[in-house]
């Protein structure tokens, strides 16, 4: 039986692997690979983040160990279930379709990321609220993510011209489209931080371990499709909300 995740060959492989991918982002789906090495492609992945992140995160922690706001501010407002369920389900779903599934262009893809990230800029900048929170902008917000996604689509479906446009930008461009989703991924979890000069200062090594879940959702979005960084976002926030109800129990 071929068990590619007990041999430490097949990690340099798969570091080899993304470290070019990283030098020189390529739009196209591996049709080489079965949907079984996808999976145990995405596994190693996972493992390969864990041995680099928690050496790391020991090392910033002892750096500047900022408070997670947001996580404190979830763990208050939700029973336990309901927390694993935002945390778990909800909120990888809306990362991932608002920073990954446009990187492979479609009018669909492209109207629901912008739709997404129209929510995160009304929840984040215009009513400075959380994007969990169902308080009296949630509805205004929700409609206007609906509203955006659905323009978006129409115009691209209307406009042969504009969507052909698009199509060549991404092909042209799509190593600057990358590592802008990557960072910007990255980046917009300093809101889960209190805005001061000394967390904008450490603000690259605040967000490492989010801007290494990108670099590797975004390979695997691409190389593999869509499902694979969900369930590696999903699975990843599976296993810190489980610590965090240890830590709570003990």
Known sequence: M????????????????IIQFIKKP???????????FKIYD????????????????????????PENLTKANMAERFSPLVLFWVAVIILPTVEEICFRLSLRFKPIYFAMSSGVFGYYVLT?????????AIDDSFLLRLLCSIGLIALVYTVLRLSNALKQ???????????????ASCLSFAWIHAFNYEANWMNLLFLPLITLPQLMSA????????SFGFQYPLLFHMFTNSI???????????
Do not use: C, M
């Open 215 to 222: 670099i590797i959702s975004g390979y695997t979005r691409v």
């Open 124 to 132: 984040k900048i215009v009513f400075q609220t959380k994007i969990s």
């Open 240 to 250: 810190a909300v489980s610590i965090s109800f240890l830590s709570l129990a003990n």
């Open 26 to 36: 390529v739009n196209a789906k591996d049709h080489n690979k079965t949907t079984k």
């Open 165 to 179: 446009q698009l199509v060549k930008f991404w092909e042209r461009y799509f190593a600057l489209i990358y590592y």
């Open 2 to 17: 071929n068990y590619p995740l007990i041999k430490p060959r097949y990690y340099f492989s798969l570091l080899k692997d």
């Open 42 to 65: 995405t596994i190693g992945l996972f493992i390969l983040k864990l041995l680099f992140l928690i050496p790391i995160s020991v090392i910033i922690s002892s750096i500047h160990d």
